[in-house]
């Protein structure tokens, strides 16, 4: 060894494990809402795959997806707690609480209507916006059409991506 009265024990390998949510399904169903907001404002976006003080412990992404599935049982209460996400901060948070809502009882005219707003108030992330166009897409059927106004917000995210392959050719 180079270094022979160095610790070496960062350097075992322990086994393969998960990194779950801080907060499980069962756990943010019987939290208050206070305390899920809480998470969410120490859960950026910015904390992606690890938790920024928990190491082992998930970030965004894994609470996210665990919102997800709360949003499919408590479709009412994440519809309403969305709005007290904020933009730019948690943009990965709310959409997947929209696919999670696509995928609960909660009526698909208030589900596009969720879009809408969330738009309007300033998420505007890819991440936002790839789940919330998921979601749309999750409610289409023969019985169930797009609203007019949503193929003008559609077409309104692709030009930022238009734009970009203008300027690289």
């Known amino acids: 060894r180079a270094f022979p009265h160095l610790s070496d024990k960062d350097a075992y390998f322990s086994g393969v494990h998960s990194v779950d949510s801080q907060m ?3 756990q943010m169903a019987k939290a208050k809402d206070e305390e899920l907001l809480k998470l969410f404002t120490e859960l950026t976006d910015t904390t992606g795959w690890d938790h920024p003080r928990f190491r082992g412990k998930g970030g965004t992404i894994q609470a996210s997806r665990v919102f997800g ?3 499919k049982e408590q479709p009412e209460r994440v519809a ?23 995928k609960s009882e909660l009526s698909s ?4 209507e969720l879009i809408q707003e969330l738009d309007k108030v300033g998420f505007e992330s ?7 166009a998921r979601a749309a897409g999750e409610r289409l059927n023969s019985d169930n059409t797009l609203p007019k106004e949503f193929f003008m917000l559609f077409e309104s995210w692709l030009k930022p991506f238009t734009e970009e ?3 690289d050719k």
Request: glycine share 4%; proline share 2%.
């Open 80 to 102: 309403r707690l969305i709005f007290h996400l904020q933009p730019k901060r948690n943009e990965i948070t709310a959409g997947h609480a929209l696919e999670g809502l696509s």
């Open 126 to 132: 890819e991440d936002f916006r790839h789940y919330a």
């Open 165 to 167: 392959i203008k300027e």
């Open 24 to 26: 499980s399904a069962q």
């Open 109 to 112: 005219q208030k589900l596009f």
């Open 69 to 71: 599935e709360l949003a």
